[in-house]
């Protein structure tokens, strides 16, 4: 099976800040790489898709990008709706994995 | 609109079985295969697997390959995840998503305690 590793687990940041997660895959993914937000209690909600596509309604704040096996979620200026957990998921190959998660907390 | 609506909280004992539905409304059902993901409390998102939604073949992940079934009722574009011999571990949070990830169920919190 693909392994995802996301990094960090856990990002304090504070509002107006640039921040990253990354999610590197143990094996070729191409760009079936999907990014996902959930709120607690909630449902994830697709951001990224294709590794660099935003999702519709997706703010322009978030972007996605890759390098080699490394894939990155970046928001430009952390905004308090923003505080929630992240997952990135590989869709190259069965079965699909999800990372471990990223809590983004206010610092 | 696109949505998909999950059947209502579950209690069940250790051994029982329970089918938890997910209802899909706003687009074709069998343009879409249908996906089911756990999260446990506290933690993070599990993939369970697929079902083809023309086929009503099922693709399980391995950790789901024992008593975890999928089926369909397609006339009523409906989905369906069953779990036999509940243990402690299925505790937890079951979505079902159209392929794409696109659109989620609002998630059946399931809890197994004698």
């Known amino acids: 099976d693909i392994q995802m590793t996301q990094s960090p687990s856990s990002l304090p940041a504070s509002l107006g800040d640039r921040v990253t997660i990354t999610c590197r895959a143990s094996q070729d993914i191409g760009n079936y790489l999907r990014w996902f937000q959930q709120k607690p209690g909630k449902s994830p909600r697709l951001m990224i898709y294709g590794a660099t596509n935003l999702a519709a309604g997706v703010p322009s704040r978030f972007s996605g990008s890759r390098s080699g096996s490394d894939y990155s979620l970046t928001i430009s200026s952390l905004e308090s709706e923003d505080m929630a957990d992240y997952y990135c998921l590989q869709s190259k190959e069965s079965p699909l994995t999800f990372g471990s998660g990223t809590k983004l907390e206010i610092k | 609109q696109i949505q998909l609506v999950q059947s209502g909280p579950e209690l069940k004992k250790p051994g029982e079985s329970l089918k938890i539905s997910c209802k899909a409304s706003?687009?074709?059902?069998?343009?879409?295969?249908m996906q089911w993901v756990k999260q446990a409390p506290g933690k993070g998102l599990q993939y369970m697997g697929w079902?083809?939604?023309?086929?009503?073949?099922?693709t399980y992940a391995d950790d789901f390959k024992e008593r975890f079934v999928f089926s369909l009722e397609t006339s009523a574009s409906t989905a369906y995840l069953q779990i036999n011999n509940l243990k402690n571990e299925d505790t937890a949070t079951y979505f079902c998503?159209?392929?794409?990830?696109?659109?989620w169920g609002q998630g059946v919190m399931v809890t197994v305690s004698s």
């Open positions: 998503a159209r392929t794409g990830f696109d659109y």
């Open positions: 706003g687009y074709t059902f069998t343009d879409y295969a």
């Open positions: 079902i083809n939604t023309q086929t009503g073949k099922p």
